[in-house]
């Protein structure tokens, strides 16, 4: 359990924020993830999105070393994540769906626990932002409302000093107003720290305007994974005369045919793509996108999408 | 982990020095009166088999003194149980059902140390607090296992004396870590683990107990009545009749009722060939009764505990 810990996470290097090689979680026969490959760069903000029961928590679970898995590896910063070794606990601060915190216990009892489990503890941030919220020391958890109870779990998460931050659905049990403020403590700590941000949700919308990377999960695979700018700017929504044609074109997604027009998503490679003249080509939003990609077929019956190397870092 | 140990079951910690407390003043006031009778009145009486009417008096009043003192102190019985359910089941059922298992698992601590840790001083607690209340009590009761047929063999004497007491507690603080783990809702868990606690606790006690070693058996004539017979654990007793037969309880009725009054009774059965017999452990084999006991319910803790750990590191969901 003890050895070399790298303090600051590789912020400027190659090394991933976070690695998943041919990851899987088996419950008796239901398969929750399968062969999930991941690659997620240092300093981003990661949106993990996909349905309900897609397979999210399972992941999330997997890595905070909260879930053992069944097949596959997960690093954080190098640093192998399981149950059994609190290298890679340090390395992930992660506040669960609903916050918890222990009802009976003070936010200093909270502060006292998060100084006892952690070798490193930043006691200072946590009360700063206790004092921001106007909320007392010896406030206990019970006492506290939806949001605070929020922004108390997120505080202690960010007082873990961990370079790699994972929040899943934090925002679901929230009002707008609420939202709001979580959202920016959590992005104040990435302008100033750095931190690599994993957050899941199963509302896209909510995650478009912070997050610089995305990853589609649905029926336990990733579908996507990528760059949020790179993945709208190469992907078009070509309509077009139902002909053949449509066969010639490369990279199709996902293809409809109405009687007489038919309209297809394709994932270009070059800078300026051309069509034939015939195709009316636009852009399309990252909702749209995300949903395409959901309502592609089982893949069972295909290959998962995996992230192309090629795909370059965020920003 | 201390600190969150401590933080996390204080209540139980205090109530437990309180109870502690409590019982010690009651039980040493109520302790000690009942040894000073012993020593000044009872134990000559009983020493000199003396059957004057005044020792007779002072033997049954003695007598009516420990049956209320047994029925006192029964509700000691319910504390293993009690710790099972309120510090063993409440040991992880309530993470899982507060959804805290995630915050708590998710700190620079493996869940393995956290739960080594904690089930580690809570078994030490738990010992050191049962233990002092077995030497309470085995000191308040030994003016009273005196006075008894079974001695420190009967069940309420066995059961909070020496090492049986402290053993029970931490089966059932064991099991009630393991069901927590497995049933996760802390209402239910409570349940099973008495439920289960009860199932393995009380028919361990009539039926392994009386074969922990071979019971001796003797017989006698009837002109020799029994002079070492007090705090032998006897586990049956009756007649043969002159061939070596043992006889049904009805068939001895038909040969005594025959007989019209009471002097003399001892003479008849023996001109009818009859002579007794019982089967019983010696009072001697009290602490080899206990360690057996306290063997088993240690191996017993040591399997559950062993079975939480791998459990819970095997997978939290």
């Known amino acids: 359990m003890s050895g070399p810990l790298s303090i600051e996470p590789n912020l400027g290097g190659d090394a991933p924020a976070l690695e998943t090689e041919r990851l899987g979680k088996r419950y008796g026969k239901v398969r929750a993830l399968h062969d999930c490959w991941l690659s997620l760069p240092a300093g981003a903000v990661i949106a993990l999105v996909g349905p309900n029961g897609a397979g999210k928590s399972t992941l999330l679970q997997l890595v905070t070393a909260l879930l053992e898995p069944t097949e596959g590896v997960v690093r954080v910063f190098d640093a192998p994540v399981r149950a059994g070794a609190a290298a890679g606990l340090e390395q992930v601060a992660f506040v669960a769906q609903d916050h918890p915190l222990y009802r009976g216990f003070t936010l200093a009892d909270h502060l006292e626990m998060g100084r006892r489990l952690n070798r490193r503890w930043d006691r200072t941030l946590a009360e700063r932002r206790f004092a921001e919220l106007d909320l007392p020391l010896r406030r206990r958890a019970k006492d506290l409302s939806g949001g605070q109870q929020a922004q108390v779990a997120l505080a202690l998460a960010l007082a873990k000093r961990a370079p790699l931050l994972v929040l899943d659905e934090p925002l679901a049990s929230l009002d707008p107003l609420a939202r709001r403020e979580f959202m920016s403590t959590v992005m104040a700590a990435v302008a100033e720290d750095g931190l690599t941000v994993l957050m899941s949700s199963h509302v896209v919308a909510e995650l478009e305007r912070v997050s610089d990377w995305l990853v589609v999960l649905s029926h336990g695979r990733v579908r996507l994974s990528g760059p949020v700018d790179d993945l709208v700017s190469s992907h078009r929504v070509l309509t077009g005369p139902r002909t053949e044609l449509a066969a010639s074109v490369p990279g199709v997604v996902r293809q409809e045919h109405a009687d007489r027009h038919s309209t297809m998503l394709v994932r270009t490679t070059g800078e300026r793509p051309e069509f034939h003249p015939a195709w009316q080509s636009r852009s399309i939003g990252l909702e749209d996108l995300v949903l395409a990609y959901l309502e592609l077929p089982d893949p069972a019956s295909q290959p998962p999408a995996q992230p192309s190397p090629t795909e370059t870092s965020p920003r | 982990m201390i600190w969150l140990t401590w933080r996390q079951h204080r209540v139980q910690a205090l109530s437990a020095i309180g109870l502690l407390i409590l019982a010690g003043v009651f039980l040493g006031l109520h302790g000690q009166s009942l040894h000073d009778e012993y020593r000044q009145h009872v134990a000559g009486c009983l020493a000199t088999d003396d059957t004057s009417p005044a020792c007779s008096m002072t033997v ?44 708590a698992w998710t700190q620079g601590v493996t869940r393995t140390r956290w739960l080594v840790t904690k089930a580690a001083l809570l078994v030490a607690a738990t010992l050191v607090f049962t233990g002092a209340m077995a030497w309470l009590f085995t000191w308040y009761r030994e003016p009273m296992d005196k006075v008894v047929v079974d001695g420190r063999f009967a069940a309420q004497a066995f059961d909070t004396e020496g090492l049986s007491f402290p053993v029970y507690t931490l089966f059932a603080l064991s099991l009630g870590a393991l069901v927590g783990l497995l049933i996760r809702r802390t209402v239910t868990a409570i349940v099973i683990t008495v439920a289960v606690f009860l199932a393995v606790r009380l028919p361990a006690e009539s039926y392994l107990r009386p074969h922990y070693q071979n019971p001796v058996t003797r017989t006698g004539s009837p002109l020799t009545p029994l002079t070492d017979k007090r705090h032998h654990w006897i586990l049956s007793d009756g007649w043969l009749d002159a061939t070596g037969r043992r006889l049904s309880h009805d068939e001895y009725r038909r040969i005594a009722n025959a007989y019209p009054d009471r002097t003399g009774f001892a003479e008849y059965l023996q001109s009818h060939g009859l002579r007794w017999w019982e089967t019983y452990h010696p009072a001697t084999r009290f602490w080899h009764f206990q360690l057996t006991e306290a063997a088993l319910y240690t191996s017993l803790s040591a399997i559950l505990l062993a079975a939480t750990t791998l459990r819970l590191r095997r997978r939290a969901l």
Do not use: H, M, Q
């Open chain 2, 60 to 103: 049954r009043s003695y007598f009516d003194k420990v049956a209320r003192a047994e029925r006192l102190i029964t509700w000691v019985n319910v504390i293993p149980g009690l710790i099972g359910a309120v510090v063993g089941a409440t040991l992880l059922a309530p993470e899982y059902e507060n959804g805290t298992w995630r915050l």
